[in-house]
């Protein structure tokens, strides 16, 4: 007869005709918690699944892996799909640095077409400036007809899934060929005396024509912006609302919800009147001038730290666009079959919408991230360029001010993931002296973003 050790518990395997019917229910309810705690729990004490799992009120999942061997070290509902938020950069990334490589630029090209007319190349460069256009346009002959070609991102400005609400924000800027200072403007609303207009200063001049200011001084209006509204007709961005008379100054960023409107009058400002916009004839064009971007990697170590959606989407749509892809669905469709083709990670029940984890609609599950994170691990060129870019805990990016405590401070390197009631994150550790895969998910929590993420650094600090 053998003999299995159940923790404390002695269970005999082969037959025991002395067992009573309570011994039986017994001995399949510690062999039942046995097993639970097997899931969320190993042997080498780490217990941060098992503690993710006590949280109340929330749905979550946890992995911990070892990155050398791909041994799961801990893992709590790591097959359950939620919502992964910004944690899905990490996939766009990692498929763009094989997709279109490190060294890949946007370009915005100038170019010279037939008939004298002068052609205007917009390459989705997510960091262009209005420094850069004009730098561009002095290559162009004065009183020149421009044709402006945006055609270089075939997707709409926005995936299916997204919060209306999240529109008048600048993370939620639309994507397009056309992108000007991200596609978001400063704004500064100067208050007056009580029942007076407040005074608008744009950062942006030309922008006159796409915000209209309707906000008032008020003796008793709340502070902090809490009484400022904004709708959207037609093309304006209209700011109603109050602020405290005599108060501070209150700096604004808005969306550019127009980027085709919003360049024709950058271009008018600066004295190019003649503009339509149009694809460029067949065939190639003399080159006039042509301004490059950062290379992917250095976009991107921005872009991760900060979780700029506008950026990851633009590398998202670059991908796209070199596999013709059109449409939303048939995006994530895509990016789920490179991610299987680069790193062998099947894609399962998982979904995608689009490239920056701001659609509801996508779903994930914290296994499958923990396998890209392992097979991104096996190749050291990818390993070091992806560390590169991730916040680390206490020192930058979206983790500067988070678990910041002494004897933890730099040793978690991940990113980010939060939306309304969702704290995740997916990166690596070094919190016990060696790396170690670390993927939680933490959705649904009644508070909002802030409170999960608190949660979620609880969890972390009590399972050190």
């Given at each position: 007869?053998?003999?299995?050790?159940?923790?404390?518990f002695?269970?005999?395997?082969?037959?025991?005709?002395?067992?009573?019917?309570?011994?039986?229910?017994?001995?399949?309810?510690?062999?039942?918690a046995?097993?639970f705690?097997?899931?969320?729990?190993?042997?080498?004490?780490?217990?941060?699944?098992?503690?993710l799992?006590?949280?109340?009120?929330?749905?979550?999942?946890?992995?911990?892996?070892?990155?050398?061997?791909?041994?799961?070290?801990s893992?709590?509902?790591?097959?359950?799909?939620?919502?992964?938020?910004?944690?899905?950069?990490l996939?766009?990334y990692?498929?763009?640095?094989?997709?279109?490589?490190?060294?890949?630029?946007?370009?915005?090209?100038?170019?010279?077409?037939?008939?004298?007319?002068?052609?205007?190349?917009?390459?989705?460069?997510?960091?262009?400036?209005?420094?850069?256009?004009?730098?561009?346009?002095?290559?162009?002959?004065?009183?020149?007809?421009?044709?402006?070609?945006?055609?270089?991102?075939?997707?709409?400005?926005?995936?299916?899934?997204?919060?209306?609400?999240?529109?008048?924000?600048?993370?939620?800027?639309?994507?397009s060929?056309?992108?000007?200072?991200?596609?978001?403007?400063?704004?500064?609303l100067?208050?007056?005396?009580?029942?007076?207009?407040?005074?608008?200063?744009l950062?942006?001049?030309?922008m006159?024509?796409?915000?209209?200011?309707?906000?008032?001084?008020?003796?008793?209006?709340?502070?902090?912006?809490?009484a400022l509204?904004?709708?959207?007709?037609g093309?304006?961005?209209?700011?109603?609302?109050?602020?405290?008379?005599?108060?501070?100054?209150?700096?604004?960023?808005?969306?550019?919800?127009?980027?085709r409107?919003?360049?024709?009058?950058?271009l008018?400002?600066?004295?190019?009147?003649h503009?339509?916009?149009?694809?460029?004839?067949?065939?190639?064009?003399?080159?006039?001038?042509?301004h490059?971007?950062?290379?992917?990697?250095?976009?991107?170590?921005?872009?991760?730290?900060?979780?700029?959606?506008?950026?990851?989407?633009?590398?998202f749509?670059?991908?796209?666009?070199?596999?013709?892809?059109?449409?939303?669905?048939?995006?994530?469709?895509?990016?789920r079959?490179?991610?299987?083709?680069?790193?062998?990670?099947?894609?399962?029940?998982?979904?995608?919408?689009?490239?920056?984890?701001?659609?509801?609609?996508?779903?994930?599950?914290?296994?499958?991230?923990?396998?890209?994170?392992y097979?991104a691990?096996?190749?050291?060129?990818?390993?070091?360029?992806?560390?590169?870019?991730?916040?680390?805990?206490?020192?930058?990016?979206?983790?500067?001010?988070?678990?910041?405590?002494?004897?933890?401070?730099g040793?978690?390197?991940?990113?980010?993931?939060?939306?309304?009631?969702?704290?995740?994150?997916?990166?690596?550790?070094?919190?016990r002296?060696?790396?170690?895969?670390?993927?939680?998910?933490?959705n649904?929590?009644?508070?909002?973003?802030?409170?999960?993420?608190?949660?979620?650094?609880?969890?972390?600090?009590?399972?050190?």
């Amino acid at each position: 007869m053998r003999v299995v050790r159940l923790g404390a518990f002695l269970l005999e395997r082969g037959p025991h005709p002395t067992l009573s019917q309570r011994e039986r229910v017994l001995t399949l309810v510690l062999l039942t918690a046995s097993l639970f705690l097997s899931a969320c729990t190993h042997s080498g004490g780490s217990n941060m699944c098992a503690r993710l799992a006590d949280v109340p009120h929330a749905t979550a999942a946890c992995v911990v892996q070892d990155p050398k061997t791909g041994s799961i070290l801990s893992e709590y509902q790591s097959q359950r799909l939620l919502v992964p938020a910004s944690t899905q950069k990490l996939v766009t990334y990692l498929v763009a640095l094989k997709a279109l490589g490190p060294d890949y630029r946007f370009h915005t090209t100038l170019y010279q077409l037939p008939g004298g007319e002068v052609g205007l190349r917009m390459g989705g460069d997510p960091t262009l400036t209005m420094a850069d256009l004009r730098a561009l346009l002095e290559k162009m002959p004065k009183n020149a007809r421009l044709r402006v070609d945006d055609t270089a991102i075939l997707l709409s400005p926005y995936a299916p899934g997204v919060a209306v609400e999240d529109l008048q924000f600048c993370f939620a800027a639309p994507l397009s060929a056309v992108m000007l200072g991200t596609n978001c403007t400063s704004i500064k609303l100067v208050p007056t005396q009580a029942g007076q207009k407040v005074r608008l200063v744009l950062e942006d001049p030309w922008m006159t024509s796409f915000v209209e200011n309707r906000v008032r001084s008020e003796e008793n209006c709340p502070a902090n912006g809490g009484a400022l509204l904004q709708e959207q007709e037609g093309l304006k961005t209209v700011l109603t609302g109050c602020l405290p008379a005599g108060g501070e100054v209150f700096p604004l960023r808005l969306p550019i919800r127009h980027p085709r409107e919003a360049l024709r009058m950058a271009l008018e400002a600066i004295g190019v009147r003649h503009v339509h916009y149009a694809a460029l004839p067949p065939g190639e064009h003399p080159t006039l001038s042509d301004h490059a971007s950062e290379d992917l990697q250095t976009i991107s170590v921005v872009a991760m730290k900060e979780s700029d959606n506008l950026k990851l989407s633009a590398l998202f749509a670059a991908i796209m666009a070199k596999h013709q892809i059109q449409t939303w669905p048939e995006a994530g469709k895509k990016l789920r079959e490179l991610t299987h083709h680069y790193y062998g990670v099947a894609p399962g029940r998982v979904s995608m919408w689009d490239g920056s984890g701001w659609s509801r609609y996508n779903q994930m599950t914290a296994g499958y991230l923990a396998q890209l994170l392992y097979q991104a691990y096996q190749d050291p060129e990818i390993y070091a360029l992806l560390k590169e870019t991730f916040p680390r805990n206490g020192m930058d990016g979206t983790l500067k001010k988070r678990l910041a405590e002494e004897g933890i401070r730099g040793k978690i390197y991940a990113k980010t993931g939060g939306l309304k009631g969702i704290s995740n994150l997916a990166g690596y550790m070094q919190l016990r002296g060696h790396e170690e895969i670390l993927v939680l998910f933490l959705n649904f929590w009644p508070l909002e973003q802030g409170a999960a993420s608190m949660q979620l650094d609880k969890v972390i600090m009590g399972a050190r």
